[in-house]
């Protein structure tokens, strides 16, 4: 079965440092790959997409940046953080194709201070 | 862009009640997605709907995709504490350009608290 893994479950950074969390998908090849971000109060905003190794989109203009180095690893960082990046941040992965649910990680808590 | 409707924002009930809640679109889905999150955990599928006026159970839940394809709802029957958490719903738009990805749109969320 497939299954994804998310680390760290948490994370307290100051301003201005790097940021990379990471996120491995087993038991699947080719998936599509995804990072939200969950601020206090609960929409999900997606912020980053891959359908494929290199294969990177951008939902909205940030600070944050998003890699796939391996077909089921996806990363996210930041050179410098800003207190606005605190949140829960999610990923998921979907079967490729359209009409496949998301599965999603157990999530980082990240703080800013 | 698209937007969800979720409502309502947040309930509280009885143990033993049923529970409903809804999410509206001005625009169509392909796909509509129910799920829970409970504190400090990510969101779990619930129940997947693929095809308009479609309604699946699992368990004690209970979704339908709109004819219109522009809503869905969910039943909870019966609750139970453990039932407690943040319901999402979302919807996957039709394909554009050929692209075969996933995106969702979430709605914001029902806060469910169930009170023994």
């Known amino acids: 079965s497939q299954t994804i893994h998310q680390w760290p479950a948490t994370l307290v950074q100051p301003v201005g440092s790097p940021l990379s969390l990471e996120c491995t998908v087993e038991g699947t090849s080719n998936p599509n790959l995804y990072w939200y971000r969950q601020a206090a109060g609960r929409g999900l905003q997606l912020l980053f997409y891959?359908?494929?190794?290199?294969?990177i989109s951008s939902e909205v203009p940030q600070n944050l940046s998003a890699s796939r180095p391996q077909d089921r690893q996806f990363i996210l960082s930041s050179k410098k953080l800003l207190l606005s990046d605190s949140g829960f941040y999610l990923c998921?992965?979907?079967?490729?194709?359209?009409?496949?649910?998301?599965?999603f990680g157990n999530g980082t808590r990240l703080t800013v201070t | 862009g698209q937007q969800l409707n979720q409502s309502p924002q947040s309930m509280f009930i009885q143990e033993g009640e049923d529970v409903s809640m809804n999410c509206t679109s001005s625009s169509i889905f392909n796909t509509w997605l129910w799920y829970k999150q409970e504190p400090g955990e990510g969101p779990v599928l619930l129940i997947a709907?693929?095809?308009?006026?479609e309604l699946t159970s699992n368990g004690r839940l209970t979704a339908q995709f709109g004819i219109t394809r522009k809503d869905s709802f969910l039943n909870i029957s019966a609750s139970i504490p453990s039932d407690v958490g943040i319901y999402f719903c979302a919807g996957q738009p039709p394909p554009r350009g050929g692209t075969s990805y996933g995106k969702l749109t979430f709605g914001q969320g029902t806060i469910l608290t169930v009170h023994p």
């Open positions: 709907l693929y095809k308009a006026g």
């Open positions: 998921a992965w979907s079967a490729a194709g359209n009409n496949s649910p998301l599965h």
């Open positions: 891959s359908i494929g190794i290199g294969q």
